[in-house]
């Protein structure tokens, strides 16, 4: 079992940057794929990036590509998602998303363990 709580969400302009960080407790991490979701008001729970144990396959969503840098410190047991040049499209809710093994995707399916989320807005 894998407890996730996220962190670093808030109210940002637009063009501004925040980094997300997401600390993993419980039986294990290192060995497991991370992902980063996000989901608007009255939108479905979309993919935005992810990353795999050892870091040595990373994926983002085309809507976040270049803007945003997803890492992890397995020793810290926690993930990063670093976001620059913010829009206000990018308003939703960030959730941090854990595999049950070395596995990443883009469905949420892919991932067994979710945290609370954190919010985060960014004004036009």
């Known amino acids: 079992q894998v407890q996730l709580a996220e962190s670093g969400g808030g109210l940002v302009q637009a063009g501004g940057s925040l980094r997300l960080s997401c600390a993993a407790s419980?039986?294990?991490?290192?060995?497991?794929?991370m992902g980063w979701f996000r989901q608007a008001p009255g939108k479905e729970r979309e993919f935005v990036a992810a990353?795999?144990?050892?870091?040595?396959?990373?994926n983002y969503a085309d809507s976040v590509k270049g803007r945003s840098t997803i890492s992890r410190d397995n020793a810290k047991k926690t993930v990063y998602l670093q976001m620059h040049n913010l829009k206000p499209e990018d308003t939703a809710v960030y959730y941090c998303?854990?595999?049950?093994?070395?596995?990443?995707?883009?469905?949420?399916?892919?991932?067994?363990?979710w945290g609370q989320g954190t919010q985060v807005t960014v004004s036009s």
């Open positions: 998303a854990a595999s049950r093994n070395w596995a990443i995707g883009s469905s949420p399916a892919t991932y067994a363990y």
């Open positions: 419980g039986r294990t991490f290192s060995n497991n794929g």
């Open positions: 990353i795999t144990w050892s870091g040595g396959t990373i």
